[in-house]
Protein backbone atom coordinates (compact mmCIF):
# COMPACT_ATOMS: atom_id res chain seq x y z
CA UNK A 1 0.00 0.00 0.00
CA UNK A 2 1.32 3.33 -1.31
CA UNK A 3 0.93 5.48 1.90
CA UNK A 4 2.81 8.47 0.19
CA UNK A 5 -0.17 9.55 -2.20
CA UNK A 6 -2.62 10.08 0.44
CA UNK A 7 -0.14 11.69 3.48
CA UNK A 8 2.70 12.83 1.91
CA UNK A 9 3.33 15.00 5.21
CA UNK A 10 4.00 12.28 7.20
CA UNK A 11 7.52 10.67 7.47
CA UNK A 12 7.08 8.14 10.41
CA UNK A 13 5.12 5.06 9.98
CA UNK A 14 4.99 1.17 11.12
CA UNK A 15 4.29 -1.67 8.88
CA UNK A 16 5.12 -5.53 8.50
CA UNK A 17 8.05 -6.72 6.02
CA UNK A 18 6.04 -9.01 3.68
CA UNK A 19 8.91 -10.31 1.65
CA UNK A 20 12.65 -9.95 2.42
CA UNK A 21 15.66 -11.39 0.58
CA UNK A 22 19.47 -11.01 -0.30
CA UNK A 23 20.97 -10.80 -3.25
CA UNK A 24 24.88 -9.82 -5.41
CA UNK A 25 25.91 -8.26 -1.74
CA UNK A 26 22.27 -6.13 -1.43
CA UNK A 27 19.31 -6.74 0.90
CA UNK A 28 16.07 -6.02 -0.11
CA UNK A 29 12.23 -5.93 1.70
CA UNK A 30 8.64 -5.60 0.32
CA UNK A 31 6.48 -4.01 2.86
CA UNK A 32 2.79 -4.08 3.93
CA UNK A 33 2.74 -0.32 3.59
CA UNK A 34 5.14 2.65 2.66
CA UNK A 35 5.42 6.03 3.10
CA UNK A 36 8.80 5.78 0.85
CA UNK A 37 8.10 7.02 -2.98
CA UNK A 38 10.18 5.65 -5.45
CA UNK A 39 11.89 6.87 -8.45
CA UNK A 40 9.33 7.52 -10.84
CA UNK A 41 8.17 10.02 -13.40
CA UNK A 42 11.31 12.47 -12.80
CA UNK A 43 11.03 12.61 -9.46
CA UNK A 44 13.79 10.65 -6.94
CA UNK A 45 13.15 8.36 -4.56
CA UNK A 46 12.66 8.70 -0.72
CA UNK A 47 15.65 7.65 2.08
CA UNK A 48 15.25 6.91 5.63
CA UNK A 49 15.77 3.98 7.88
CA UNK A 50 13.54 1.06 8.69
CA UNK A 51 14.39 -0.14 12.28
CA UNK A 52 17.16 2.17 11.84
CA UNK A 53 18.57 0.14 9.36
CA UNK A 54 19.50 2.75 6.21
CA UNK A 55 17.15 2.80 2.99
CA UNK A 56 19.88 3.52 0.08
CA UNK A 57 17.16 3.26 -2.46
CA UNK A 58 13.67 2.70 -3.63
CA UNK A 59 12.18 0.97 -6.57
CA UNK A 60 8.79 -0.56 -8.18
CA UNK A 61 8.51 -3.29 -9.79
CA UNK A 62 6.22 -1.98 -12.64
CA UNK A 63 5.06 1.58 -12.94
CA UNK A 64 2.52 2.64 -10.86
CA UNK A 65 1.36 -0.90 -10.08
CA UNK A 66 4.22 -3.03 -8.82
CA UNK A 67 5.09 -4.06 -5.53
CA UNK A 68 7.57 -1.23 -3.73
CA UNK A 69 11.13 -2.52 -3.38
CA UNK A 70 13.61 -1.24 -0.48
CA UNK A 71 16.54 -1.11 -0.49
CA UNK A 72 18.63 -1.88 2.58
CA UNK A 73 22.32 -1.50 3.86
CA UNK A 74 21.76 -4.53 6.19
CA UNK A 75 19.01 -7.11 5.66
CA UNK A 76 15.52 -7.17 7.43
CA UNK A 77 13.62 -10.55 8.06
CA UNK A 78 9.77 -11.29 6.85
CA UNK A 79 7.43 -11.13 8.70
CA UNK A 80 9.08 -8.53 11.31
CA UNK A 81 7.73 -5.49 12.51
CA UNK A 82 9.42 -2.44 11.13
CA UNK A 83 9.32 1.86 12.08
CA UNK A 84 9.74 3.73 8.86
CA UNK A 85 11.42 7.17 9.05
CA UNK A 86 11.65 9.44 5.88
CA UNK A 87 14.51 11.96 5.91
CA UNK A 88 12.01 14.56 5.67
CA UNK A 89 13.84 17.06 4.27
CA UNK A 90 14.88 15.29 1.56
CA UNK A 91 11.00 14.21 1.03
CA UNK A 92 9.87 18.10 1.22
CA UNK A 93 12.35 19.32 -1.57
CA UNK A 94 11.55 16.70 -3.80
CA UNK A 95 7.77 17.94 -3.15
CA UNK A 96 8.41 21.46 -3.67
CA UNK A 97 10.30 20.43 -7.12
CA UNK A 98 7.53 18.82 -8.32
CA UNK A 99 4.85 21.06 -7.48
CA UNK A 100 7.13 24.05 -9.05
CA UNK A 101 7.46 21.80 -12.03
CA UNK A 102 3.58 21.07 -12.61
CA UNK A 103 3.36 25.00 -11.99
CA UNK A 104 5.58 25.89 -14.55
CA UNK A 105 4.71 23.31 -17.41
CA UNK A 106 1.31 24.89 -16.70
CA UNK A 107 2.85 28.55 -17.29
CA UNK A 108 4.46 27.70 -20.75
CA UNK A 109 1.25 25.75 -21.97
CA UNK A 110 -0.70 29.41 -21.17
CA UNK A 111 2.59 31.96 -22.31
CA UNK A 112 3.30 29.87 -25.28
CA UNK A 113 1.28 26.72 -25.63
CA UNK A 114 4.40 24.76 -25.39
CA UNK A 115 3.77 20.95 -24.74
CA UNK A 116 5.77 19.30 -21.99
CA UNK A 117 8.10 16.70 -23.73
CA UNK A 118 10.14 15.32 -20.30
CA UNK A 119 11.00 16.42 -16.94
CA UNK A 120 14.47 15.58 -15.16
CA UNK A 121 13.84 16.21 -10.75
CA UNK A 122 16.92 14.23 -9.39
CA UNK A 123 19.04 17.14 -8.02
CA UNK A 124 18.44 21.20 -7.05
CA UNK A 125 18.63 22.11 -10.38
CA UNK A 126 16.18 20.76 -12.30
CA UNK A 127 14.97 20.87 -16.14
CA UNK A 128 11.74 20.47 -18.01
CA UNK A 129 12.17 20.19 -22.01
CA UNK A 130 9.39 21.79 -23.82
CA UNK A 131 8.22 21.50 -27.63
CA UNK A 132 8.58 25.14 -28.33
CA UNK A 133 11.24 27.02 -30.08
CA UNK A 134 14.06 29.48 -27.37
CA UNK A 135 12.30 32.93 -26.44
CA UNK A 136 13.35 35.11 -24.23
CA UNK A 137 10.16 36.76 -24.00
CA UNK A 138 8.62 33.39 -23.59
CA UNK A 139 10.76 32.22 -20.43
CA UNK A 140 10.27 35.41 -19.03
CA UNK A 141 6.61 35.51 -19.23
CA UNK A 142 6.59 31.54 -18.59
CA UNK A 143 8.42 32.33 -14.92
CA UNK A 144 6.61 35.60 -14.16
CA UNK A 145 3.33 33.72 -14.67
CA UNK A 146 5.00 30.45 -12.63
CA UNK A 147 5.37 32.86 -9.26
CA UNK A 148 1.96 34.60 -9.70
CA UNK A 149 0.25 30.93 -9.36
CA UNK A 150 2.69 30.63 -5.95
CA UNK A 151 1.84 34.16 -4.65
CA UNK A 152 -1.90 32.81 -5.34
CA UNK A 153 -1.33 30.26 -2.78
CA UNK A 154 -3.25 27.91 -4.39
CA UNK A 155 -4.57 24.51 -3.12
CA UNK A 156 -3.86 21.30 -4.36
CA UNK A 157 -6.01 18.34 -4.72
CA UNK A 158 -5.55 14.77 -5.97
CA UNK A 159 -8.22 12.15 -6.57
CA UNK A 160 -8.57 8.80 -8.32
CA UNK A 161 -10.48 8.29 -11.89
CA UNK A 162 -11.18 5.32 -13.96
CA UNK A 163 -9.19 5.50 -17.34
CA UNK A 164 -12.57 5.89 -19.10
CA UNK A 165 -13.27 9.26 -17.56
CA UNK A 166 -10.18 10.88 -18.74
CA UNK A 167 -11.82 12.66 -21.63
CA UNK A 168 -14.04 14.69 -19.04
CA UNK A 169 -11.02 15.90 -16.92
CA UNK A 170 -9.02 18.09 -19.38
CA UNK A 171 -6.07 17.14 -18.19
CA UNK A 172 -2.82 18.58 -19.74
CA UNK A 173 -1.66 15.77 -20.98
CA UNK A 174 -2.48 11.95 -21.49
CA UNK A 175 -2.33 9.69 -18.81
CA UNK A 176 1.02 7.15 -18.97
CA UNK A 177 -0.69 4.47 -17.45
CA UNK A 178 -4.48 2.41 -17.63
CA UNK A 179 -6.67 1.72 -15.36
CA UNK A 180 -6.75 3.45 -11.86
CA UNK A 181 -5.21 7.03 -12.71
CA UNK A 182 -4.36 9.47 -10.09
CA UNK A 183 -5.00 13.34 -10.92
CA UNK A 184 -2.95 15.92 -9.37
CA UNK A 185 -5.00 19.07 -9.18
CA UNK A 186 -3.76 23.29 -8.89
CA UNK A 187 -7.30 24.62 -8.33
CA UNK A 188 -8.00 27.05 -11.23
CA UNK A 189 -4.60 26.56 -12.71
CA UNK A 190 -3.55 22.74 -13.30
CA UNK A 191 -4.86 19.39 -13.73
CA UNK A 192 -2.46 15.93 -14.75
CA UNK A 193 -2.14 12.71 -14.04
CA UNK A 194 0.73 12.08 -12.18
CA UNK A 195 2.09 9.60 -9.18
CA UNK A 196 4.46 12.00 -7.11
CA UNK A 197 4.05 13.84 -4.33
CA UNK A 198 3.03 17.15 -3.79
CA UNK A 199 2.60 19.92 -1.39
CA UNK A 200 -0.78 21.06 -0.47
CA UNK A 201 -0.64 24.53 -1.71
CA UNK A 202 0.87 26.39 -4.58
CA UNK A 203 2.61 28.76 -2.05
CA UNK A 204 4.79 26.11 -0.72
CA UNK A 205 7.05 25.74 -3.76
CA UNK A 206 8.33 29.53 -4.31
CA UNK A 207 9.74 30.92 -5.32
CA UNK A 208 10.29 29.62 -8.55
CA UNK A 209 13.68 30.83 -10.70
CA UNK A 210 14.68 29.72 -14.39
CA UNK A 211 18.27 30.10 -14.25
CA UNK A 212 18.97 29.26 -17.52
CA UNK A 213 17.32 27.86 -21.06
CA UNK A 214 18.51 26.52 -24.24
CA UNK A 215 17.75 24.39 -27.37
CA UNK A 216 17.36 21.07 -27.22
CA UNK A 217 16.46 18.70 -29.55
CA UNK A 218 14.32 20.92 -31.69
CA UNK A 219 12.97 22.30 -28.57
CA UNK A 220 13.94 24.20 -25.43
CA UNK A 221 14.81 22.81 -22.50
CA UNK A 222 14.82 25.13 -19.15
CA UNK A 223 16.65 24.47 -15.94
CA UNK A 224 14.96 26.01 -12.67
CA UNK A 225 15.45 26.14 -8.97
CA UNK A 226 12.27 26.10 -6.32
CA UNK A 227 11.67 26.24 -2.59
CA UNK A 228 14.58 26.23 -0.28
CA UNK A 229 17.03 25.12 -2.64
CA UNK A 230 16.01 28.62 -4.88
CA UNK A 231 16.55 30.86 -1.57
CA UNK A 232 19.53 29.09 -0.54
CA UNK A 233 21.12 29.77 -3.92
CA UNK A 234 20.14 33.27 -3.66
CA UNK A 235 21.21 33.56 -0.55
CA UNK A 236 24.79 32.50 -1.24
CA UNK A 237 24.47 34.40 -4.79
CA UNK A 238 23.89 37.39 -3.07
CA UNK A 239 27.24 37.11 -0.13
CA UNK A 240 29.41 36.52 -3.38
CA UNK A 241 28.06 39.61 -4.53
CA UNK A 242 28.38 41.68 -1.29
CA UNK A 243 32.01 40.10 -0.85
CA UNK A 244 32.97 40.83 -4.80
CA UNK A 245 31.40 44.42 -4.12
CA UNK A 246 33.31 45.67 -0.98
CA UNK A 247 36.13 44.23 -2.87
CA UNK A 248 35.52 46.60 -6.07
CA UNK A 249 34.12 49.13 -3.64
CA UNK A 250 30.80 48.90 -5.48
CA UNK A 251 27.46 47.86 -5.07
CA UNK A 252 26.92 44.29 -4.97
CA UNK A 253 24.37 44.43 -7.91
CA UNK A 254 27.11 47.14 -10.29
CA UNK A 255 30.24 44.50 -9.15
CA UNK A 256 29.97 43.55 -13.45
CA UNK A 257 31.46 47.32 -14.44
CA UNK A 258 34.45 47.21 -12.37
CA UNK A 259 34.99 43.43 -12.94
CA UNK A 260 34.35 44.07 -16.80
CA UNK A 261 36.95 46.51 -16.52
CA UNK A 262 39.65 44.55 -14.72
CA UNK A 263 39.00 41.95 -17.47
CA UNK A 264 40.19 43.95 -19.96
CA UNK A 265 42.85 45.25 -17.96
CA UNK A 266 43.85 41.59 -17.84
CA UNK A 267 43.59 41.10 -21.52
CA UNK A 268 45.50 44.10 -22.14
CA UNK A 269 48.64 42.37 -20.15
CA UNK A 270 48.36 39.14 -21.03
CA UNK A 271 48.85 40.34 -24.95
CA UNK A 272 51.84 42.56 -23.51
CA UNK A 273 52.76 39.47 -21.91
CA UNK A 274 52.54 37.09 -25.19
CA UNK A 275 54.60 39.35 -27.21
CA UNK A 276 57.36 39.85 -24.92
CA UNK A 277 57.35 35.77 -24.40
CA UNK A 278 57.52 35.62 -28.19
CA UNK A 279 60.21 38.60 -28.67
CA UNK A 280 62.71 36.34 -25.61
CA UNK A 281 61.94 32.70 -27.62
CA UNK A 282 63.12 34.86 -30.74
CA UNK A 283 66.49 35.95 -28.97
CA UNK A 284 66.99 32.70 -27.29
CA UNK A 285 66.51 30.80 -30.93
CA UNK A 286 69.01 33.16 -32.10
CA UNK A 287 71.43 32.68 -29.92
CA UNK A 288 71.45 29.20 -29.54
CA UNK A 289 71.93 29.28 -33.53
CA UNK A 290 74.95 31.07 -33.03
CA UNK A 291 76.61 29.11 -29.92
CA UNK A 292 75.76 25.84 -31.99
CA UNK A 293 76.97 26.94 -35.42
CA UNK A 294 76.19 23.17 -36.73
CA UNK A 295 72.54 23.03 -35.23
CA UNK A 296 72.75 20.17 -32.94
CA UNK A 297 71.85 21.62 -29.87
CA UNK A 298 71.91 21.20 -26.12
CA UNK A 299 71.12 23.56 -23.17
CA UNK A 300 68.85 24.76 -20.51
CA UNK A 301 65.74 27.22 -21.30
CA UNK A 302 63.68 28.77 -19.16
CA UNK A 303 60.30 26.78 -18.69
CA UNK A 304 58.20 29.82 -19.32
CA UNK A 305 59.71 29.92 -22.89
CA UNK A 306 60.63 26.30 -23.43
CA UNK A 307 57.53 25.39 -25.85
CA UNK A 308 58.28 28.55 -27.94
CA UNK A 309 61.65 28.42 -28.34
CA UNK A 310 61.28 24.17 -29.61
CA UNK A 311 58.87 25.54 -32.07
CA UNK A 312 60.88 27.82 -33.73
CA UNK A 313 63.96 25.75 -33.75
CA UNK A 314 62.04 22.87 -34.97
CA UNK A 315 61.07 25.29 -38.31
CA UNK A 316 64.94 25.98 -38.55
CA UNK A 317 66.38 23.44 -41.36
CA UNK A 318 69.50 21.38 -40.13
CA UNK A 319 68.40 21.89 -36.65
CA UNK A 320 68.75 18.72 -34.02
CA UNK A 321 68.19 19.71 -30.20
CA UNK A 322 67.47 18.75 -26.94
CA UNK A 323 66.10 21.94 -24.60
CA UNK A 324 65.71 21.25 -20.55
CA UNK A 325 63.61 23.32 -18.44
CA UNK A 326 64.29 22.70 -14.78
CA UNK A 327 61.99 23.00 -12.18
CA UNK A 328 61.49 22.07 -7.97
CA UNK A 329 59.08 18.58 -9.13
CA UNK A 330 59.88 17.80 -12.51
CA UNK A 331 62.01 19.24 -15.07
CA UNK A 332 60.18 19.20 -18.89
CA UNK A 333 61.64 19.22 -22.01
CA UNK A 334 61.38 19.18 -25.94
CA UNK A 335 63.70 17.02 -28.12
CA UNK A 336 63.31 18.32 -31.53
CA UNK A 337 64.60 18.10 -35.24
CA UNK A 338 63.58 19.78 -38.30
CA UNK A 339 62.51 17.19 -40.87
CA UNK A 340 66.19 17.51 -42.87
CA UNK A 341 68.04 15.52 -40.40
CA UNK A 342 68.34 11.62 -40.85
CA UNK A 343 68.52 11.02 -37.57
CA UNK A 344 65.63 8.49 -35.90
CA UNK A 345 64.23 11.06 -32.45
CA UNK A 346 62.39 7.95 -31.26
CA UNK A 347 65.66 5.89 -30.96
CA UNK A 348 67.35 8.79 -29.50
CA UNK A 349 64.33 8.85 -26.92
CA UNK A 350 64.39 5.57 -26.26
CA UNK A 351 68.48 5.46 -25.53
CA UNK A 352 69.26 8.88 -23.70
CA UNK A 353 65.59 10.09 -22.07
CA UNK A 354 63.96 6.63 -21.28
CA UNK A 355 66.51 5.70 -19.23
CA UNK A 356 65.92 8.36 -16.95
CA UNK A 357 62.58 7.97 -16.58
CA UNK A 358 61.23 10.27 -19.15
CA UNK A 359 57.29 10.60 -19.89
CA UNK A 360 55.95 12.28 -22.99
CA UNK A 361 55.98 11.73 -26.89
CA UNK A 362 55.43 13.40 -30.29
CA UNK A 363 57.26 12.59 -33.89
CA UNK A 364 59.32 15.24 -34.74
CA UNK A 365 58.92 17.42 -31.65
CA UNK A 366 58.57 15.52 -28.76
CA UNK A 367 57.58 17.14 -25.52
CA UNK A 368 57.31 15.60 -22.28
CA UNK A 369 58.77 15.49 -18.16
CA UNK A 370 61.36 14.17 -16.45
CA UNK A 371 62.90 13.65 -12.23
CA UNK A 372 63.84 15.78 -10.73
CA UNK A 373 67.54 16.05 -10.75
CA UNK A 374 67.99 13.87 -14.37
CA UNK A 375 67.67 17.43 -16.45
CA UNK A 376 71.47 18.11 -16.72
CA UNK A 377 72.41 14.08 -17.03
CA UNK A 378 69.69 14.23 -20.08
CA UNK A 379 71.51 16.81 -21.73
CA UNK A 380 74.90 15.20 -21.31
CA UNK A 381 73.74 11.89 -22.76
CA UNK A 382 72.48 13.63 -25.60
CA UNK A 383 76.05 16.01 -25.86
CA UNK A 384 78.59 12.42 -25.49
CA UNK A 385 75.61 10.66 -27.96
CA UNK A 386 76.04 13.18 -30.61
CA UNK A 387 80.05 13.71 -29.70
CA UNK A 388 79.25 17.46 -29.70
Known sequence: ????????????????????????????????????????GGQSNDTGT????????????????????HVLENPLSEGMKVVGKLDWNRRYRHMQRHTAEHTLAQAF?????????????????????????????????????ANWAVYANTPIHTYWIDDSEVEKESLRRAPKVSGQIRVVEIEDWDKVACGGTHLAR??????????????????????????WEALETFVAEHAILSRLGEKFSSAPLEVEKPIGNMQGEWYKV???????????????????????????????????????????????????????????????????????????????????????GAKGGG???KLGVLPTGTGGKALEAFRAKLAI
Not at 6 to 17: K, N, R
Not at 53 to 66: F, N, Y
Request: aromatic content about 8%; charged content about 25%; glycine content about 8%.
Open 1 to 40: MRLYHEHPYESEFSTQVQRAWSEGGKHFAVLEQTLFYPTA
Open 50 to 69: LNDIPVLDVREDSKAKGDIV
Open 109 to 145: WRAAGWETLSVNMSSSVCTIDFSGEPDEATIKQGEAL
Open 202 to 227: TGEAGPIKVIKYERYKGGTRIYFMAG
Open 270 to 356: RGENAALKDELAERIMRELLAEFPHHTIHAQVSDNVLDAVGKRLAEWPGVLALLVAPGQDKARYVLLKHSSRPEDLQALWKEILEPL
Open 363 to 365: ALV
